[in-house]
């Protein structure tokens, strides 16, 4: 059961802000929206995660709607090594079960 | 360095070869987990364990098997590896919090003839 709905690709130049949508409009209350990417074939990597609040750190900054139906993820200044495939997730923080469900994500290409 | 690896990284087998891959971490994280990683699939999840001892099915566990020994290690069985098994598999661990972001190991693809 698809949870979230994000493009199949994007392009971004080298440089720019790369805004990545992802729609979750069936998200609870107490589910979060996380993101990990995965650059070529190596292991998926954390990016950010938030509940309701716009969150940033040194890699990103993660917008979520005020309805929560959405969010954003951004990259500030997109760099060639910033291209691959962006997984947007939504799930509860505690469970029986802490995983992840990874759909087809975006896949990002950064241009020079 | 926090790490999880994996073990070997790259294995080409025949069908029936028993083998196993490892993985381990070294950040103390209760919980690990194997997925597997197939083209249009996206990321399924094999096993998990929440704890030494502790471990359950997730979406895929068919032909595998796992172990919780210790903390650090959460090896991937399988007994009878046939072609259907050729994939990436991914071994990941996490701290049992709220916060519970995961660490994925480099992968290991697996070719079964």
């Known amino acids: 059961d698809a949870k979230t709905t994000q493009p199949p690709s994007m392009d971004c130049a080298e440089g720019r802000a790369a805004n990545l949508p992802c729609n979750h409009s069936?998200?609870?209350?107490?589910?979060?929206v996380y993101w990990y990417r995965q650059i070529h074939s190596q292991g998926p990597q954390y990016i950010i995660h938030?509940?309701?609040n716009n969150e940033t750190n040194e890699m990103a900054s993660l917008i979520i709607t005020e309805d929560r139906k959405s969010s954003t993820l951004i990259l500030p200044h997109a760099t060639l090594r910033d291209t691959a495939v962006y997984y947007c997730?939504?799930?509860?923080?505690?469970?029986?079960?802490?995983?992840?469900?990874f759909g087809a994500g975006t896949r990002l290409t950064v241009k020079p | 360095e926090a790490q999880v690896t994996q073990n070997p990284r790259y294995l080409i087998t025949v069908t029936g070869k028993k083998l196993t891959v490892t993985c381990s971490q070294n950040?103390?994280?209760?919980?690990m987990s194997w997925y597997r990683q197939d083209p249009g699939l996206g990321l399924r999840q094999i096993y998990y364990?929440?704890?030494?001892?502790?471990?359950d099915k997730g979406d895929v566990p068919e032909g595998y098997k796992v172990s919780r020994k210790e903390k650090r290690n959460f090896p991937l069985i399988l007994e009878s590896p046939s072609p259907n098994q050729t994939s990436l598999y991914f071994c990941?661990?996490?701290?049992?919090?709220?916060?519970?972001?995961?660490?994925f190991g480099p992968g290991t693809r697996l070719t079964v003839l």
């Open positions: 069936t998200i609870s209350g107490n589910e979060y």
């Open positions: 938030g509940l309701k």
């Open positions: 997730i939504v799930r509860v923080a505690t469970g029986d079960n802490n995983d992840m469900r």
């Open positions: 364990s929440m704890n030494v001892e502790v471990t």
């Open positions: 950040m103390n994280h209760e919980y």
């Open positions: 990941a661990s996490s701290l049992w919090s709220e916060f519970n972001e995961q660490f």
